[in-house]
């Protein structure tokens, strides 16, 4: 207890003394901005310039500090940062021809204090990153990682790594601006990426990619738009049928597959959210079990008047449970075109027989669905159109997922619904007419201004659809624009609303989009009106 | 089933068609047709038929499938023809010599490498690391289970590794080696062992990346299988020289960038990556001779370090990649300038370097001597393309110069070029120049010269004729930058096109597709190289006798490799149209 007060003491008084000289947490232009994205909540910094140790130490304390998650990402870090080849190894071989270095930065100290590893939403992210120069008065290590559990960690980590730059002269990693004193925590606790692997197969190897590019811009849910209506490619064991309706054979998850990204996702503080889109978008399902169209030449949406419809949605569900974690659930529910049940003689008739519009039929779909999931323990997420046709039928557990209409939020929190922001005109990363700093200015609380209301607003979610995205394109579609939004919702809203961007946050993403492809991400030029396309001419990273 | 398809699909929107219907196949049809091709080859008639009329129908296209029934009669009435069933094989590029059966194996979960009986000792863990290279990139990031388990995976047709013998027992990666393999998959009766037999190491990582093409991750059983058992490939290469020549001046490209494109190259058995480190926009690399030079680099950060290339050199080695280093001088050298301004004629006229002066062939002593360090291949790329001489008449000092000399500015560039070979030979290294050296005063070039082609047409013929060597480069079908450039034309880019004579035929060492770099960053490189430079591959790699004359007629198996290049997380763009095109629409990786 009091080495924790002790150390509280010092880093408020280190806060404040330093706050005093160099005026902070927002960068004025004039000062070379601190390039750190997205930027955190609070920071200051002072002048020094700091040398790193490749052969850093890792020192851990807390309940959770011992976790194989911390243990890990320390590792993956580690090879970020050291990846001259004059970095990690090498120099250590030179060290003891010359005489010994002496480096500042020695030790990374990560204290966690819960020994919980799960994941899930409104998990706390929060974390205090110290560095600063060791001198035999400071008890406090040099670099010190403070967080509440082991994501809050990664999310410190991630912060530490954007600090460290290769210098090249001294071919040495250096800190500049210290001392730092960092205390962080994101604005949102949902901050998502939707990826769909049903338009293009996206193999194993590049939702990795994809997800660990996520973890460098703090993103933390990824929506996993499995299924739609031109591929199935997900093993089921309940119904092994299904994934006759994936593209070939080679374009298929196995359950074990799926298991292994839901993992890979985790040690990087990313839930997955799976989707089974119903009952619009899911005609692939008959591929493998033509019951479930409503005819063999009318095949969507699914077949309403069966039980077998909702048996295999149970199914699926079912075996789903056993690999996603996560709390919620994405239903789909949009775009649900019934002129296929109007117009197939079995189920007019059954539509007659209940006295049912196909509108009822759509809703008693949507709930039955809703039903099935919370009966496995999961919390139902739907498209508006669920909410708009029929919002006070809603499972009022139910999060209410925007994508067509700007004001959709502000209605359904007004209901009492949770909300996931994904505004089609700025937030759709398929629409490539829309740049880095259209996304960047969407705020999801636009308009919402009741605090009761602004917290149902649980976070946004940019979407990579995948007509027109494929593994060669897909990295370059998602950033740098995904990252103008990771922005938003991780830092304060003051950070991110007030000022000119293009002085505040600009020369920051061009050097985030640098760093993205420092470490392989090949992120697209920022400059660029359209998305995706290749640099106009030659020239520096940082100026494109 | 294939080769339906191929005589079926004639223009390319039909053709996109059929490989979706022929890659969404239906396991139960697969197996018989699997089946039926060895032992019965009416009955693949019929089931495809049925099978193809059944999807035909469904998309209500039946109608015209009935129409051209009788054609695919006609053609049934021939046997398999040995062309079709190698397009069957998904092997790119397309070894010498292949045979196979049509049995299936399965790969042990403990798969090993062995090498009793091999001179080679592998003391570098070249041939293990690219053995656990093999491995990943079968695995697919799979999660592999159930090979262990030998009753579950069928007993007697599971292997247990590969059986690797190398004659030689040098890790040199040596220009021109053999680079030879033979590879023997046995069929279930004679399980246990792979066989790969080579001279060299690096003609093993061969064997090993066509072994990976041999595999599959089958989804069912999730374990590795290998189809069509027993295989016997015996494969060499038909050039020694195939190259792909990445820019790093125009824009900087992050060193994981660099080796994911030496990963790439090693999937099409691609041998050389020719650097082109610096030009007139910026100079990235770290000269210790000269140690202002890269003051010419975009950014502090935007630079590698000697360490960093030195890296480069050594992870593309130990894949059997030689790095080509070109400094090319001196017209593309403004960048130089940054550092040591009396480098430019003037501040005002900075191209080409200063002919004038002896400080310039210094630094370019210090340059290939630095080179000389970390740069092992044995060519060195001097350059010497696209030199504007005005510069120098228009600098008094220089025309001075030129005066006193009574050189033209044609004969100072030759002087210029002379010159700098003569530094590289005393370094040790054989020396390449674009082909304006050779046009321009190619009586006068050393012997040991190889001129690079990219300009015009009819120089390969002049300069083997001139008994020079020579290296293929034309712009109009192998400059990945076109990205107008469809892949068909990459495909069916010949080198030794109207050379006759076997001696000269000889002095083609190879080609080289060029990512040139003003539209190429981190970003997008990857998918204006893929797959186009592997249908370049091909035709650097395969017998000519092997090659399809219609590029068309392997676009099913190039598709595949394309899609396996994604499989393995590289981004390469779909086949239809040019270069670096997006997919326009949902659908098979296969079929686009």
Redesign the interface.
């Given at each position: 207890m009091s080495p924790n007060l002790l150390l509280l003491l010092l880093l408020l008084l280190m806060f404040f003394s330093l706050s005093i000289t160099s005026s902070l947490s927002s960068p004025s232009p004039a000062d070379s901005p601190p390039y750190l994205w997205p930027l955190p909540a609070e920071f200051s910094f002072g002048n020094e310039t700091l040398s790193v140790d490749p052969a850093v130490a890792l020192i851990v304390a807390g309940h959770g500090g011992g976790s194989p998650i911390v243990r890990a990402a320390f590792e993956r870090y580690m090879g970020m940062i050291f990846k001259h080849a004059s970095g990690r190894a090498s120099l250590l071989a030179r060290i003891r021809f010359l005489r010994m270095v002496e480096y500042d930065i020695t030790s990374l100290k990560i204290v966690v204090h819960s020994g919980s590893e799960e994941l899930q939403l409104g998990v706390d992210e929060s974390y205090t990153l110290m560095v600063s120069k060791k001198d035999e008065q400071s008890i406090v290590g040099a670099v010190t990682i403070e967080a509440n559990t082991v994501y809050g960690a990664l999310r410190g980590l991630e912060t530490f790594s954007q600090l460290c730059a290769f210098d090249y002269l001294t071919q040495s990693v250096q800190i500049y601006k210290a001392p730092w004193y960092i205390q962080d925590k994101p604005r949102f606790q949902y901050r998502g990426l939707l990826i769909d692997t049903s338009r293009h197969y996206l193999p194993i190897d590049v939702i990795k990619q994809i997800i660990e590019s996520m973890s460098f811009a703090k993103l933390n849910v990824l929506h996993w738009h499995i299924v739609d209506e031109q591929s199935f490619p997900l093993e089921t064991p309940t119904y092994p049928n299904l994934w006759k309706g994936a593209y070939s054979r080679w374009e298929r998850y196995t359950v074990e597959d799926a298991s292994e990204i839901v993992r890979f996702a985790k040690m990087r503080g990313i839930n997955v959210m799976p989707e089974v889109d119903v009952p619009g978008h899911a005609e692939s399902w008959g591929t493998g079990y033509p019951d479930l169209w409503p005819s063999l030449s009318c095949r969507e949406p699914l077949d309403v008047t069966k039980n077998f419809t909702f048996d295999v949605i149970s199914g699926i569900l079912a075996d789903m449970r056993k690999i996603f974690p996560f709390e919620l659930f994405h239903l789909g529910g949009d775009e649900v075109n019934t002129d296929c049940w109007k117009n197939t003689t079995h189920v007019k008739e059954w539509l007659q027989g209940r006295n049912f519009t196909t509108k009822d039929a759509y809703k008693y779909f949507v709930l039955r669905a809703q039903q099935i999931a919370i009966s496995k323990n999961w919390t139902p997420v739907n498209w508006e159109e669920t909410f708009s046709s029929f919002g006070k039928y809603l499972d009022p557990r139910t999060v209410v997922h925007n994508w067509l209409v700007s004001d959709i939020c502000q209605k359904a929190v007004a209901k009492g619904f949770r909300c996931i922001f994904s505004n089609q005109g700025y937030w759709y990363l398929d629409h490539l007419d829309v740049p880095w700093d259209e996304v960047y200015n969407t705020e999801p609380l636009h308009g919402i201004n009741e605090t009761s209301h602004q917290k149902l607003v649980i976070g946004g979610e940019v979407c990579m659809w995948g007509e027109t995205a494929d593994t060669s394109v897909v990295l370059q579609t998602i950033w740098p624009r995904a990252a103008a939004a990771a922005e938003r919702m991780w830092s304060t809203r003051e950070a991110v609303s007030k000022g000119n961007i293009t002085l505040t946050a600009l020369p920051r993403l061009h050097y985030f989009r640098c760093l993205l492809n420092n470490r392989g991400v090949p992120a697209a030029p920022v400059d660029n009106f359209y998305a995706r396309r290749p640099p106009s001419g030659p020239g520096s990273c940082y100026a494109q | 089933m294939i080769f339906i398809t191929h005589k079926h699909c004639t223009k390319p929107p039909i053709q996109r068609l059929c490989l979706t219907c022929i890659?969404?196949?239906?396991?139960f049809y697969?197996s018989l047709l699997f089946f039926a091709t060895f032992f019965f080859p009416p009955l693949i008639f019929i089931f495809t038929i049925f099978r193809f009329t059944k999807r035909e129908k469904?998309r209500g296209r039946g109608a015209k499938i009935a129409g051209v029934l009788p054609f695919f009669t006609l053609f049934m009435a021939g046997a398999i023809s040995a062309f079709e069933d190698i397009e069957r094989l998904r092997i790119w590029p397309l070894p010498a010599e292949v045979s196979h059966g049509g049995r299936r194996m399965y790969l042990s979960g403990d798969f090993k490498l062995v090498t009793e009986g091999s001179k080679y000792e592998d003391t570098t863990e070249i041939l293990k690391e690219g053995f656990d290279r093999m491995l990943d990139v079968v695995r697919?990031?799979?999660?592999v289970?159930g090979g262990r388990n030998s009753s579950r995976s069928g007993g007697s047709a599971l292997l247990q590794g590969l059986h690797v013998i190398i004659s030689s027992s040098t890790d040199e990666l040596e220009y021109g080696a053999d680079e030879s393999y033979k590879l023997v998959v046995p069929s279930p009766e004679k399980p246990s062992y792979a066989h790969l037999e080579t001279k060299s190491v690096y003609g093993a990582l061969h064997g090993l990346q066509t072994l990976s093409q041999l595999c599959?991750?089958n989804?069912k059983k999730?374990i590795i299988e290998i189809l069509m058992t027993p295989w016997n490939i015996t494969d060499q290469p038909r050039f020694s020289y195939r190259g792909l020549l990445i820019d790093t001046?125009?824009?900087?490209l992050?060193?994981?960038?660099i080796k994911?494109v030496i990963d790439s190259m090693t999937y099409a058995k691609l041998n050389v990556l020719h650097w082109h480190i610096v030009d007139t926009?910026?100079f990235p690399l770290?000269i210790p001779s000269y140690p202002k030079l890269?003051n010419g680099a975009?950014?502090?950060?935007?630079?590698y370090?000697f360490?960093?290339a030195?890296?480069i050199v050594k992870y593309a080695e130990r894949r059997g990649i030689h790095v080509l280093a070109e400094i090319d001088v001196p017209g593309h050298a403004l960048s130089w300038g940054k550092g040591y301004p009396s480098l430019w004629p003037s501040k005002n006229c900075q191209e080409p370097l200063d002919v004038s002066s002896n400080f310039t062939f210094k630094v370019i002593d210090g340059i290939l001597s630095d080179f000389s360090k970390i740069f092992k291949f044995k060519f060195v790329h001097l350059g010497g393309d696209e030199v504007n001489t005005t510069c120098w008449s228009a600098t008094p000092r220089i025309a001075q110069w030129l005066k006193k000399h009574q050189m033209s500015e044609e004969e100072a560039y030759q002087y210029f070029v002379l010159r700098a070979q003569k530094i590289a030979l005393s370094h040790g290294y054989e020396i390449i120049n674009w082909e304006e050296t050779f046009n321009n005063f190619g009586s006068k070039l050393n012997p040991k010269t190889v001129v690079h082609n990219w300009l015009g047409t009819g120089v390969v013929e002049r300069v083997t004729a001139s008994g020079l060597r020579c290296i293929v480069s034309n712009q109009d079908k192998w400059y990945l930058d076109h990205i107008d450039a469809p892949w068909q034309g990459f495909y069916d880019n010949e080198p030794l096109q109207a050379i006759k004579d076997k001696k000269q035929q000889s002095l083609v060492l190879g080609g080289e597709v060029c990512m040139w770099?003003?539209?190429?960053?981190?970003?997008?490189?990857?998918?204006?190289i893929w797959p186009r430079a592997a249908a370049a591959a091909e035709r650097l790699w395969t017998p000519y006798a092997k090659l399809a004359t219609n590029p068309d007629k392997v676009t099913t198996r190039l598709a595949h490799f394309r899609?396996l290049l994604?499989?393995?997380?590289?981004?390469?763009?779909?086949l239809v149209g040019g270069g670096?095109v997006?997919?326009?629409?949902?659908?098979?990786?296969?079929?686009?």
């Open positions: - | 890659y969404k196949e239906r396991d697969d469904m697919l990031s799979h999660v289970s599959h991750f989804v999730k001046s125009r824009h900087y992050p060193l994981p960038v994911n926009q910026s770290e890269w975009y950014s502090s950060s935007q630079r370090t360490d960093d030195a890296e770099g003003e539209h190429i960053d981190a970003s997008d490189i990857e998918q204006t899609c994604n499989q393995r997380g590289v981004a390469a763009a779909p670096r997006v997919p326009l629409e949902p659908g098979s990786c296969l079929a686009q």
